[in-house]
């Protein structure tokens, strides 16, 4: 081999080094200031789940109401499987606060849930919209909407149940 093909060789060799050495380094840097930053779960009080302490961390901190509801659970019945429903829970502020829904989720993605973003004042009513989508879905189904609030509990959990019929059997 020439000394000119050996050199090449190096200078190649040396290039790619360089390059691995210069992606590690800033591999590093990215490591080390995600290090820097605390995890949720550091920040979050001792013997405390980190997922809870965020929801309901809002609502934990306003002054506390009260909500009625005229229903927590419907039943939709026997349904044809691909059918979308909706019902909606109707509820009142029976507090002397201002009643802030900070969040509603369903306990799948198949149930919707809709709320109000505005604050609903003492004595007014308003409504949480769920729809159900039962694509998929068969037999006896209970889905929930847990709903948190500047409500004592923080949570409410609303049911919907179905009876999913599969065509064909």
């Not at 980190?50 to 809002?58: K, L, Y």
């Not at 009643?99 to 709320?115: D, F, H, Q, R, W």
């Amino acid at each position: 081999m020439s000394n000119g093909v050996k050199v090449g060789l190096l200078v190649v060799i040396a290039g790619v080094l360089g390059l691995i050495a210069f992606r590690m380094t800033g591999s590093t840097e990215k490591i080390e200031s995600r290090e820097a930053t605390p995890t949720q779960a550091e920040v979050a009080p001792k013997g405390s789940n980190p997922q809870q302490s965020t929801v309901g961390a809002a609502s934990e901190g306003r002054a506390k109401t009260t909500i009625s509801f005229e229903e927590t659970e419907f039943d939709f019945g026997n349904i044809k499987q691909g059918d979308v429903k909706d019902h909606s829970f109707k509820f009142k502020n029976t507090g002397s606060e201002p009643l802030i829904i900070e969040n509603a989720k369903g306990s799948c993605g198949c149930t919707v849930p809709e709320y109000p973003k505005d604050p609903v004042l003492p004595g007014a009513t308003a409504e949480i919209h769920v729809k159900f989508n039962s694509a998929g879905k068969s037999n006896k189904q209970q889905k929930t909407v847990t709903l948190t609030a500047n409500t004592e509990p923080l949570q409410t959990i609303l049911t919907i149940k179905a009876f999913v019929e599969v065509e064909g059997k």
